[in-house]
Each structure stands twice: as C-alpha cells, then as structure tokens.
T-cell receptor, first 114, second 111 residues
Framework: DSGVTQTPKHLITATGQRVTLRCSPR?????VYWYQQSLDQGLQFLIQYYNGEERAKGNILERFSAQQFPDLHSELNLSSLELGDSALYFC?????????????FGEGSWLTVV | DAKTTQPNSMESNEEEPVHLPCNHS???????IHWYRQLPSQGPEYVIHGLTSNVNNRMASLAIAEDRKSSTLILHRATLRDAAVYYCILRDVNTGNQFYFGTGTSLTVIP
C-alpha cells in the first residue's frame, strides 16, 4: 500500500460526458502528479500541483483540468470525453520537488469511454 | 524530457541475477537516478534511487558508473514476481525535476 488513494477504481461513461477522478496523497506529501496510461502506452505526465498551486504541465488536453484543494487532495476533471480518453489514470505524490524525493503512485482509476 | 535509454526487453531465468542497464549521458551533477517498476494494471512501484554511490535495499542494488552516465539495476535472484516493466528515470533539474517515464525494459522471468 503506497498510501496514495484514488477513487473511483473503475468508471464507465459515454462519449461527451464529464467525469471527476479523485486523489488523496500520502500523509505529509505536498505535491500531486497526474499521469495517463493508455493501453500498451507509456505513462504520460499530465500535470503537477504543489501545495495547491499548479507547478508543471505535461501533455494535458484542454478538455482536462485539475486542481489541488487546501486539504491537499486533488481532482482531475475530464470533459467532452472521447473514446480515445479510455485509459488508466494514475495519481502520485511526493513531499516536494527535490531530485532525491521519491514518488508514490496510487492504484489508478480505470476509465472506459463507450 | 530527461533522456534515458534502456533495452526494450530482457529475459532471465528464475533464481538467477538480473542486470538491467540504463544510459543517461545527459545527467548533470544534482540529478538523481530513480528506478521504478510496473506490474500489469498496477501503479508504478518505487525500487531504488541514487546519486553517486552504489545503493542497496531489500529489493535491489543500484550500481552507478563513475562518470554517472550509466547505471545498472541488479536483482540478485529473479523471481516470477519480478516480471514487470522497469523504468529508469532521471530527475532533470532542467525540466523541473519531473518524473518522465520512457518505455522501460520489459523483464520476463522464465521458470
């Protein structure tokens, strides 16, 4: 158990719909990352938050957005969903941005768009 | 993205040592080398990380070349549970110390 909690574990929704994925980081971790992993694809970095503020953006689509709340949990909002958005979405957390800090991943949220 | 190069796949017999190589020729002085592994349908799992000296933990050993341009993850006795994709990640200060995952090495353990 990494200590990073993601909900829901599985989600099936229709094209055009909007979903919200939730992440609770490990206790004490200020930084939250979101990654997308499509079938047989690598892990694509989407976005990072640190203590409530956006720190870095990766390959995140404009239809996607995220935020980190004062209690440090984070939500990833996916809208106008397309079939190609079907993927495993991972949240990860770490204490901070120093190079030596390790990152811990949740078990992921499986999103299927039909 | 910070650049690392790994073989796409490797095989090992069960209970034999496995050496997984990684090249990171663009490494700079403060960049840590991290190794993670991912089992099918699971989140990546931390394995080990280091800066300059070789590192050991209960899962593996990390051997870092003297010039730091390459490293090797060593699994001392491979088990079937070690079959996974292994990622070598260079946290690059030039890219904000982000964790960029490449394609990794898919390790097959043969019984």
């Amino acid at each position: 158990d990494s200590g990073v909690t993601q909900t829901p574990k599985h989600l099936i929704t229709a094209t055009g719909q909007r979903v919200t994925l939730r992440c609770s980081p490990r206790s004490g971790d200020l930084s939250v990352y979101w990654y997308q992993q499509s079938l047989d694809q690598g892990l694509q970095f989407l976005i990072q938050y640190y203590n409530g503020e956006e720190r870095a953006k990766g390959n995140i689509l404009e239809r996607f957005s995220a935020q980190q709340f004062p209690d440090l949990h984070s939500e990833l909002n996916l809208s106008s969903l397309e079939l190609g958005d079907s993927a495993l979405y991972f949240c990860a957390s770490t204490q901070g941005g120093a190079s030596g800090n390790t990152i811990y991943f949740g078990e992921g949220s499986w999103l299927t768009v039909v | 993205d910070a650049k690392t190069t790994q073989p796409n796949s490797m095989e090992s017999n069960e209970e034999e040592p496995v050496h997984l190589p990684c090249n990171h020729s663009t490494i700079s002085g403060t960049d840590y080398i991290h190794w993670y592994r991912q089992l099918p349908s699971q989140g990546p799992e931390y394995v080990i990380h280091g800066l300059t000296s070789n590192v050991n933990n209960r899962m593996a050993s990390l051997a870092i070349a003297e010039d730091r341009k390459s490293s090797t993850l060593i699994l001392h006795r491979a088990t079937l549970r070690d079959a996974a994709v292994y990622y070598c990640i260079l946290r690059d200060v030039n890219t904000g110390n982000q964790f960029y995952f490449g394609t990794g090495t898919s390790l097959t353990v043969i019984p």
